[in-house]
């Protein structure tokens, strides 16, 4: 690639150096010819006028003197009277030549001023210099052949062209080292843009100065700009298949959690109607295990009517102001019965006397419920269970401590996903539906709350979740998307 730009710029600088070779040449050679031939005719002119001293009476002719001064000057000599006819000729019998009235040289010479002109020999084939000035009654002419000019030219020529073409090597040498560094920055350029188009778009070009720097900016910023663009695709489409995914497992986990027990019901059902109806031994029981079954069901429906509420915004949450002292203890009072079959001891903490936050008193009850519910199934009989509250900047802190069975580190991040348990037989034994903590992240969210755990395995667990207060306490604050509807 570097190669053949390279090779295409150094073609153009060559054939441009030719061509104004080329034109230094012919300029030169009709220079030196008409330099030469100036030269000739000035010479002509002085050995004509010093011939016109020889002869100042043409009618008074000396033919032999004639051819001897034509020797002398080295060139032929006519004498012509004004009429045209020649009166004598170093080199021709006079008398027998043409009448020489319309010869061009001529024509200036009988007018009284020097005239030239350059004419080639039909019988040698060579050409001829005519040099004509005035005498009284005619003209004197003197001829040399030209045959030296071509070499003279063609010597001045050579001597031109040598030393041009010497002076145009440094140029090619500069011309082929800028060609060198116009090929690689092309070459460069264009391995560029053949990488984005294949879709790599975190390649660089080096940003000089000049005109590639520009260019190599315009095509850096180019291939950020899709960069980025690319980017954002692949976020936004991985965000479409986590959702996707997350859409597909919550189906097949609802599908399973409503299968076991509508078997279990079908199961039982078909055994009663089988015979077992009369079963005294047996009937009650296997009606115990339907209800309980049913139970669930409805737990299960409830849960995931809750959840579907909240997540497409249906739920319907009036803000305002609620005491969390009373709150804790209303959550406390409303669980106390299913604590007491365990004898487990509730207890507000002290903390939250006079404290307001900003939320849905349902919502927060419900919140609570859940937690609370967790921290009596999964604390074992004759244990601990402490709610409170404490300022958090601006928003309150609420938890929900328990000194029961506590999570393993490795379930803590994946807890709060719908159906998830860390041990599930434990859970459905419990009546819990998988979706408790589900629903009370999407109403923590609903506030523009967060929530958080600790745990230690037998020590026990707390929940964290805040509420808004102060600042964070208007209805633009509360989370939008859940106040929009
Ligand atoms: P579930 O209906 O199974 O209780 P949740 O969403 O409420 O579902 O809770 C998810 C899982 O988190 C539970 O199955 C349980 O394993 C664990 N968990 C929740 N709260 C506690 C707690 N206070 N102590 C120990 N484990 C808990």
């Known amino acids: 690639m570097t190669g053949r730009i390279f090779l295409k710029l150094i073609l153009c ?88 009235r319309t010869r061009p040289e001529l024509i200036p010479a009988f007018g009284g001023g020097v005239g030239w002109s350059i004419r080639r020999s039909v019988t040698i084939g060579i050409d001829f210099l005519y040099v004509a000035v005035p005498v009284a009654g005619g003209a004197i002419r003197i001829a040399a052949p030209l045959a030296e000019i071509n070499g003279q030219v063609a010597r001045i020529r050579r001597q031109i062209l040598g030393s041009t073409a010497l002076a145009f090597l440094p140029a090619i040498a500069i011309a082929a080292l800028l060609a060198r560094w116009m090929s690689h920055r092309f070459a460069a350029t264009m391995a560029h843009a053949t990488e984005l188009a294949h879709g790599n778009f975190r390649t660089r070009l080096p940003e000089t100065g000049g005109e590639f720097g520009q260019l190599a900016r315009t095509l850096n910023e180019t291939s950020g700009n899709l960069q980025q663009i690319v980017e954002q695709l692949e976020r936004e489409h991985a965000e479409i298949e986590k959702v996707e995914r997350i859409r597909k497992d919550f189906v097949i986990n609802v599908s399973h959690e409503l299968r076991t027990p509508l078997a279990s019901i079908q199961g039982y059902t078909e055994t009663l109607m089988d015979g077992a109806l009369d079963d005294p031994a047996h009937n009650m029981r296997f009606l115990g295990i339907i209800r309980h079954n049913a139970e669930r069901l409805a737990r299960l429906t409830e849960d995931l009517l809750t959840l579907s509420r909240i997540e497409q915004r249906r739920q319907k949450f009036e803000f305002g102001w609620v005491r969390l002292d009373a709150l804790l203890r209303d959550a406390i009072d409303s669980m106390r019965p299913m604590a007491e079959k365990k004898r487990i001891h509730l207890a507000v903490e002290p903390g939250a006397e006079g404290c307001e936050a900003f939320c849905d008193s349902e919502a927060a009850l419900q919140i609570l419920s859940n937690l609370l519910d967790n921290a009596i199934k999964y604390t074992p009989d004759g244990g601990m269970i402490a709610v409170g509250a404490r300022p958090a900047g601006d928003f309150f802190e609420l938890f929900v401590r328990d000194n029961g069975m506590g999570i393993p580190e490795e379930d803590l991040p994946r807890l709060f996903e719908r159906f998830y348990r860390v041990d599930k037989a ?60």
């Open 13 to 100: 600088v060559f054939c441009l150096l030719l061509m104004a070779l080329v034109t230094v040449d012919l300029s030169a050679a009709k220079v030196a010819r008409d330099a030469y031939i100036r030269n000739l005719v000035r010479q002509g002119t002085e050995k004509a006028r010093m011939l016109a001293l020889a002869f100042p009476d043409l009618e008074k002719l000396d033919a032999a003197r004639v051819r001897e001064m034509a020797q002398a000057a080295g060139g032929r000599i006519t004498l012509v009277r004004t009429d045209g006819k020649v009166l004598a000729d170093s080199e021709a019998n006079a008398a027998g030549m043409e009448n020489h």
């Open 426 to 485: 434990r859970s459905r034994e419990l009546g819990g539906t998988g979706l408790g903590l589900a629903i009370v992240k999407h109403l923590v969210a609903a506030h523009n709350g967060s929530m958080r755990v600790e745990s230690r395995v037998n020590q026990g667990t707390t929940f964290f979740f805040t509420l808004p207060a102060g600042e964070a306490a208007s209805e633009q604050r509360v989370n939008p998307e859940f106040t929009a509807t």
